[in-house]
């Protein structure tokens, strides 16, 4: 899973060599336009039927969309089974919510969080 999506987040930045798996998306490049882009190619190759706008602001790195992505097909990232009922960590609630820590908040820019709030509102 986490070659595959570091794969595609280096086609997506059009990248001969392929990011690390804990860089930041954002400050590789990826923009908004290319956000989606990335998202319709992991909705393809997982054959999953809609990921959240908010992928690349909610899993900032290659490493944790691919374990966003495993959670979504029914795994945990260290491949076991991930009861239907919860995310994974034993809360209810949809797979898209994502609650940030006051860690994560801070190392986000004033545009990283302007699109992020502008994106859930969107939803």
């Known amino acids: 899973m986490l070659e595959a999506v570091i794969t595609a987040v280096a086609q997506v930045l059009g990248r001969t ?28 190759t997982f054959g999953i039927e809609r990921l959240p706008s908010t992928l690349i602001f909610d899993y900032p790195t290659s490493e944790t969309i691919a374990d966003f992505l495993l959670m979504q097909l029914g795994h945990h990232a260290d491949g076991g089974e991930v009861d239907s009922q919860t995310n994974g960590f034993g809360d209810e609630m949809t797979a898209a919510t994502t609650v940030h820590s006051d860690e994560e908040l801070d190392r986000m820019s004033d545009e990283e969080i302007a699109e992020l709030l502008r994106m859930q509102l969107e939803e």
């Not at 990011?19 to 319709?40: F, K, T, V, Y």
């Open 17 to 44: 060599t392929p990011p690390m798996r804990d860089d930041r998306l954002m400050e590789l490049g990826l923009d908004s336009l290319m956000a989606i882009e990335l998202q319709n190619r992991l909705q393809t």
